[in-house]
């Protein structure tokens, strides 16, 4: 009964480093979104997917990448980090329908120095 | 674009008290959902109520309730006989709901982080 996973739960990066967010769902979901949440703003989201080979913008989508190749997975890439990407990254999926709850994983606090 | 405001960053509230947390938002749309979202100190995102914009009769969950007033574009959560277990951060949340439409896509308010004082 995993729900969504994510990876790692705390990273930090120097400015100007790769990293890739690791998601993964195991309820069959098509739609799974990344969202950042930052001091008095809430969640935002990033980017989001309605099913594999399917991937759109969010609100803040700059300086990160995705991709679903498979229903299971939603990797979020930051390819160049930076100080204003310090955030704790959410990952979240659900089921067809709008009537589906959203099931949130426990998040990712990163840290670019 | 669809927007979700609370009015309210922080409030505290003694144990046992009733306690109110505001939600207003700007839509177009005449189908949607409106959520509240749970966030204790252990970061976890967790679903609290839900109320779909069709029904008229205001969602209930145990200790917590909505008031969902359509016309004005409100939805308030309730928390009855508040205990030190409900402290936690807030989050009212909109999504739009338009049937073979797959850009439903859900949107949060800033929040409000309520105390609950032993």
């Known amino acids: 009964n995993a729900g969504v996973t994510q990876t790692p739960k705390f990273q930090v990066l120097k400015t100007g480093q790769s990293m890739t967010l690791q998601c993964a769902q195991d309820m069959n979901h098509e739609y799974m979104s990344w969202y950042r949440q930052d001091p008095g703003m809430g969640l935002r989201l990033i980017h989001y997917s309605v099913g594999a080979g399917i991937t759109d913008q969010g609100e803040v989508p700059n300086g990160y990448n995705v991709s679903r190749s498979t229903t299971e997975d939603f990797p979020l890439r930051l390819l160049s980090a930076a100080p204003s990407q310090t955030s704790v990254y959410f990952c979240a999926s659900r089921g067809r329908g709008s009537n589906q709850p959203q099931h949130f994983g426990d998040g990712t606090r990163l840290s670019i120095l | 674009a669809q927007t979700v405001t609370q009015s309210q960053p922080e409030m505290s509230v003694q144990e046992a008290e009733t306690v109110t947390l505001s939600c207003t938002y700007d839509?177009?749309?005449?189908?949607?959902?409106l959520f509240w979202y749970k966030q204790p100190p252990s970061r976890q995102m967790i679903l609290v109520i839900r109320q779909e914009a069709y029904k008229q009769q205001n969602a209930t969950e145990n200790r917590f309730s909505v008031n969902f007033q359509k016309a004005a574009k409100s939805f308030s959560l309730k928390i009855s006989d508040s205990q030190l277990g409900d402290t936690a951060m807030y989050f009212c949340?909109?999504?739009?709901?338009?049937?073979?439409?797959?850009?439903?896509?859900?949107?949060f308010g800033k929040g409000t982080r309520l105390h609950i004082l032993p």
């Open positions: 949340a909109f999504m739009k709901h338009r049937p073979g439409d797959r850009d439903d896509k859900i949107i």
């Open positions: 839509t177009s749309e005449n189908n949607y959902y």
